[in-house]
């Protein structure tokens, strides 16, 4: 023990870093460049911080780092990469190619163009539920405790603006209003408010920017080989830590077409929520979530009668926005309902219904009760 701590003085005198080595796998097995760019990726992680202890996982290779052998087979592989995890042998891990249960997610992190603003996208990978909406409103969770874990404490958030960004929106505000701590992000935009646009994903204008998994992943293959012609992402950390509800493994999910560079940042990235202790935060942040009506939130479909007849029609000239492009029909269905006419459309930042300027108010004060708005 005397031994270890002298030389964990000098290796602090050396390098400036103390503290204990964290132990990050890193299996082989998969990449569309060869196994030789994935131990490149893993040699570039060890020698940019001494504090970490990169273990490979796969078949024999040339290297200095540590490995853990098995044969050519990713199934292998993941299984061995399972066993260490569960041991404690390792902390955390980086794969690419696997298989998350229903629940869990992946939080991936990018390096955006406009400023270089670092970015979590909830989700990349994996499937958070199976209602879409669900799916958000739990990614946007997620985001938030991936951030917190590593090193944003108070993350701000913002929510694409894809469908069902407004119910998600709605459902976020719900808990936010029953004491549930989130901080929404402002669009760069002159309309503002959380519901972010395109120059807000090159800008990184949020923290967390919430999205389904399907967009997610398009998004970080984009940030992270547009600059390379696409077969090599060379930016950005990776398609992120899979995150759930009592999910306690970190495995930090690569694409095949990971270079080296993102393969390198994943590892750190793995290592810091594993020293943020990420699925704790998640079990805490999930519990605050639950008592402010997480469970509640997912409300009924709403119904209209089958035939709604339509009022006489007039002009509309008056835009109502606001309203998810998932409900834009039965929101137009519920105002001709109550004798109001109403076309559906869709304005520059989302899709509107256009009403007369005398039905403005009413059909707003409906819309809010019906719970569109």
């Not at 031994?3 to 964990?8: D, I, N, P, S, V």
């Not at 490149?40 to 024999?60: C, H, S």
């Not at 994996?126 to 405790?145: E, H, K, P």
Request: charged share 20%.
């Amino acid at each position: 023990m005397l031994a270890e701590g002298f030389l964990e003085a000098a290796r602090l005198l050396e390098t400036g870093e103390g503290g204990d080595r964290i132990r990050i796998g890193l299996t082989t097995l998969g990449s569309e460049h060869g196994i030789a760019e994935v131990v490149r990726g893993g040699e570039l992680a060890q020698k940019a911080n001494p504090r970490l202890e990169v273990i490979l996982i796969g078949p024999p290779v040339e290297s200095d780092l540590p490995q853990v052998h098995t044969d050519a087979c990713a199934a292998d592989a993941h299984r061995k990469m399972e066993e260490l995890l569960d041991a404690g042998e390792i902390a955390a891990a980086v794969t690419m190619h696997y298989n998350f249960p229903v629940g869990v997610a992946t939080v991936g992190k990018v390096i955006t163009p406009a400023q270089g603003r670092e970015m979590y996208l909830a989700t990349t990978t994996g499937t958070a539920a199976t209602d879409r909406v669900q799916a958000m409103i739990y990614n946007a969770l997620y985001g938030i405790a991936v951030a917190r874990a590593t090193g944003v404490p108070e993350p701000t958030v913002g929510i694409l603006n894809v469908d069902g960004s407004r119910q998600v929106e709605r459902a976020l505000n719900q808990l936010r209003e029953r004491g549930f701590r989130i901080q929404p992000a402002e669009s760069l935009r002159a309309d503002g408010g959380c519901i972010m646009r395109g120059n807000d994903l090159l800008a990184g204008t949020p923290d967390v920017m919430v999205c389904d998994t399907l967009t997610g992943n398009l998004l970080m293959k984009v940030f992270s080989a547009y600059t390379t012609g696409g077969d090599y992402e060379a930016s950005g950390y990776g398609y992120g830590p899979g995150v759930g509800p009592g999910y306690n493994r970190i495995i930090n999910i690569v694409s095949r077409a990971s270079g080296a560079p993102v393969i390198a940042a994943s590892i750190a990235y793995a290592a810091e929520a594993a020293r943020g202790k990420l699925p704790r935060v998640l079990a805490e942040l999930w519990e605050a979530a639950e008592k402010a009506g997480l469970s509640s939130l997912a409300l009924p479909a709403k119904t209209t009668p089958r035939e709604v007849k339509v009022p006489p029609r007039k002009p509309v000239d008056q835009e109502i926005s606001g309203i998810d492009v998932l409900e834009l029909d039965n929101a137009a269905k519920a105002l001709w309902q109550e004798g109001i006419y109403a076309e559906t459309g869709m304005g520059c930042s989302g899709p509107v219904i256009l009403v007369a300027a005398e039905d403005l108010e009413k059909s707003q004060e409906l819309l809010k009760e019906s719970g569109y708005l």
